[in-house]
């Protein structure tokens, strides 16, 4: 049980450099899969997803792509060459550029042989309330959209989305359980809220259904980070 479920866990590596990353990702020996934002990608860049790979560790490269379908198709193809596991692409940015990026994805792990990276659909910011979804000309219900966007990601072709706890079984209900679910905003019941509003402990999480957990601060700024590691793993396990 328990390997199964640290291939849960994706640490958030949401440090300014790539020496605090590596201080990190060497302290949680048992941690199989790292997310790297824009923060850290735009000041270490691809040597420092190259540097994870040769660690054996397996990459979720978060850069939430939005942008023409041929500019994010390439872009995803070269994502897809540094062999990242994971990609995160704006469902906002419409069915044929997500259609694009999926076909780019499948043909680079062909002509590489490497495992198609799976492609994450950011439905809408968790950030964002119903209130600032009108001003930017959304129907004003979260919920709804949500569900709208994630259904159009799976119809064409990405692998799931990155969503809040609070939607794990929304999209799961609407798409089908074998569309991914990732979800950031977990917080043990020992650990501090911070800015993340809409929370579930790890277990609740998985019990919801999702696939993958995205932690940082409650694991990355504990005083021990594998006692965090390992608490969160029990918790779920239990
Ligand atoms: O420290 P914490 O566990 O809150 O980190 C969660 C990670 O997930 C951060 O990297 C944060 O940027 C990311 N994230 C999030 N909420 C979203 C999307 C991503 O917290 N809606």
């Known amino acids: 049980m328990s390997a199964h479920v640290s291939e849960k866990i994706i640490i958030a590596l949401d440090v300014p450099d790539k020496q605090k990353a590596l201080n990190l990702v060497h302290a949680l020996p048992s941690a199989r899969m790292f997310k790297v934002g824009l923060r850290l990608f735009t000041s270490e860049g691809p040597?420092?997803?190259?540097?994870?790979?040769?660690?054996?560790?397996?990459?979720?490269?978060?850069?939430k792509l939005h942008d023409i379908p041929n500019t994010v198709a390439d872009t995803v193809r070269v994502c897809a060459g540094y062999g990242v596991r994971m990609m995160t692409l704006h469902t906002s940015g419409g069915?044929?550029?997500?259609?694009?990026?999926?076909?780019?994805?499948?043909?680079?792990?062909?002509?590489?042989?490497?495992?198609?990276?799976?492609?994450?659909g950011v439905t809408i910011l968790t950030s964002l309330k119903n209130e600032q979804l009108e001003e930017i000309g959304m129907p004003p219900d979260t919920d709804a959209q949500v569900v709208?966007?994630?259904?159009?990601?799976?119809?064409?072709?990405?692998?799931?989305?990155?969503?809040?706890?609070?939607e794990i079984e929304l999209v799961k209900k609407a798409v089908g359980k074998d569309f991914l679910v990732v979800t950031p905003g977990i917080r043990p019941a020992?650990?501090?809220?911070?800015?993340?509003?809409?929370?579930?402990?790890p277990a609740q999480a998985v019990r919801q259904g999702a696939d993958f957990l995205v932690i940082g601060r409650p694991i990355i700024a504990d005083p021990s980070p594998p006692d965090a590691f390992d608490r969160i793993i029990q918790e779920i396990s239990a």
């Open 95 to 120: 069915r044929e550029m997500m259609e694009k990026a999926a076909e780019a994805a499948a043909e680079t792990a062909r002509r590489t042989g490497r495992p198609k990276p799976l492609l994450l």
């Open 190 to 201: 020992w650990a501090a809220a911070q800015d993340q509003k809409r929370i579930l402990t």
């Open 148 to 166: 709208r966007l994630a259904k159009l990601a799976a119809e064409s072709g990405l692998d799931g989305v990155v969503c809040s706890p609070r």
């Open 47 to 63: 040597p420092f997803i190259k540097e994870l790979r040769s660690l054996g560790k397996n990459v979720f490269l978060d850069l």
